[in-house]
């Protein structure tokens, strides 16, 4: 079953032909934009397991393990789902123990989060 990863394929999808979505992938630094890279493993209860990298200002899933994955992500695969439809976030799934993020900053994970809410937004 690949019903989380396929869920946030789409999510991914939409966000690559969302510049303002993408946006949320830049980083001011002393008047200069750089680019956000980040890695994203997700290790999904009875799901094989699929990472996300961002780079470019683009994301890619991928099926399988990044070993040097920056985040490393674990827990119920319908909360993924239902950030995917908008009907959660990784803020409350994290509060709630759905996810752990056993690996990496709970801050780049809410940064991902940004970038969903606004394809979730928009129409």
């Known amino acids: 079953m690949a019903l989380a990863r396929n ?18 992938f830049v980083t001011n630094i002393s ?3 750089v680019d956000w890279e980040m890695s994203f493993q997700f290790n999904l209860d009875n799901e094989d397991p699929f990472y996300l990298i961002v780079k ?12 040097d994955a920056i985040i490393v992500m674990s827990g119920n695969p319908a909360a993924i789902i ?8 990784f803020t409350h799934a994290i509060s709630r123990e759905q996810i752990t993020v056993d690996k990496g900053k709970v801050m780049d994970v ?10 979730l937004k928009t129409k």
């Open 82 to 89: 239902r950030i995917s439809e908008g009907k959660g976030d």
């Open 110 to 119: 809410i940064r991902l989060t940004r970038a969903i809410t606004i394809v």
């Open 31 to 33: 008047g200069i934009d």
């Open 56 to 67: 470019n200002r683009k994301a890619v899933i991928f099926d399988g393990t990044k070993s």
């Open 7 to 24: 869920s946030l394929s789409n999510i991914v999808e939409k966000l690559n032909m969302n510049p303002k979505a993408q946006a949320v």
